[in-house]
């Protein structure tokens, strides 16, 4: 298997995570730790595929993946935040250069209203006690699938 072939075959198993992880969220409000491990641990592979240069480009990778996690580890610890969703964010950060990251964290930010405000009313024309939870993984899934649409579609183009 060439870079090429591997490369298509790397984001077709995350777009599979990924979209696996939205119905997981929407239906018990939780993503399992593997998922978010196997996004994590199939990026050193994406990097390969892309003769991502160690110095500077994958360590700016690096720090900004971490940056961004640590950044939604404070919403996680307020509360606003489940672990899996910022397991999530952290694992598509090893993916993604800090342009692309950040264009992810937009949608991301623009999908997660709206969930926010669907599950609010849903949870308020089914009259539940308590909060509404916010199943925020879809929003992060949609927004990765969103990101990969360009590697994934566009290299049969030309």
Request: proline letters at 5%.
């Amino acid at each position: 298997m060439n870079a090429a072939s591997l490369s298509l075959t790397l984001l077709a198993v995350l777009a599979g995570l990924l979209l696996s992880c939205a119905i997981e969220d929407l239906r018990q409000r939780t993503i399992a730790n593997w998922k978010n491990a196997v996004i994590a641990l199939m990026a050193p592979l994406w990097w390969w595929t892309q003769a991502t240069p160690l110095w500077p480009d994958l360590a700016l990778q690096l720090g900004v993946a971490l940056g961004v996690t640590a950044l939604f580890f404070g919403a996680f610890v307020i509360g606003q935040m489940g672990g899996g969703d910022l397991k999530l964010i952290g694992a598509l950060g090893l993916w993604l250069a800090p342009l692309p990251l950040l264009q992810l964290l937009m949608l991301m930010s623009i999908i997660g209203a709206a969930v926010t405000l669907i599950a609010v009313a849903e949870h308020h024309l089914r009259r539940r006690p308590g909060r509404s939870e916010t199943p925020y993984g879809v929003a992060i899934a949609l927004a990765g699938l969103i990101m990969l649409r360009e590697p994934l579609f566009y290299q049969f183009v030309g």
